[in-house]
């Protein structure tokens, strides 16, 4: 009898021996699946972490590549292009400076190539440069009774007129012109009454 209770309680505890560790064991196969999956995220992130690092430092290289191969191409054909036209180029630099020279030239001896052509005094022409090119005073160094010319000059093969030189043009066709006399001792005294009054009234506010 007493056999059987001990061979009872030995089976008991054997059982909760048994119970205790299948729960420590399930407890640790909980912990170990719980860290491989961690150990499986991180691997992957540190994975999509080297290759997109990879992908930029190539792509970056393969740009880079692209372009210095691009920039040699396009510098090797404008090279020969410029080999080829080097003569029309030269030719055609030339012929701008020749042009820009002349027109210059025109512009500043303007005035003794329309002396002839209106019968001015080369006296009598005044240069202002914009909105007109010049002004002339036919007659007035012969005392004779002088006529004023607003002339434009065109170095070009166009005589197409801007807009401000048409408004010009347009105010001396009607008669838009003239002549005012004005004393400069006038204008300051003005100048000073309109800055003493300002000063005037600036007191009187601030009373």
Known sequence: MATSILLSVIIVILLLVILYYSKRISELNKRINETQVRAQQQ???????????????????????????????????????????????????????????????????????????YQVNPKDFRHLGTPVDFIAFKGLSDDADPEIIFIEIKSGKSSTLSERERRVREAIRKSKVRYEVVNLNDLVG??????????????????
Do not use: H
Request: charged residues 30%; without cysteine.
């Open 43 to 117: 691997a992957q992130q540190l994975a999509q972490q080297y290759f997109n690092t990879w992908i930029q430092q190539n792509l970056q290289q393969a740009r880079l590549q692209m372009e210095q191969s691009i920039r040699r191409e396009y510098e090797a054909q404008l090279e020969e292009w410029k080999q080829q036209n080097e003569k029309n180029i030269r030719k055609d630099a030339v012929l701008r400076s020749v042009n820009t020279l002349l027109g210059r030239i025109s512009e500043e001896f303007a005035p003794l190539f329309l002396t002839e052509k």
């Open 190 to 207: 003005e100048v000073q009454r309109k800055v003493t009054d300002e000063v005037r009234k600036s007191e009187e506010q601030s009373r």
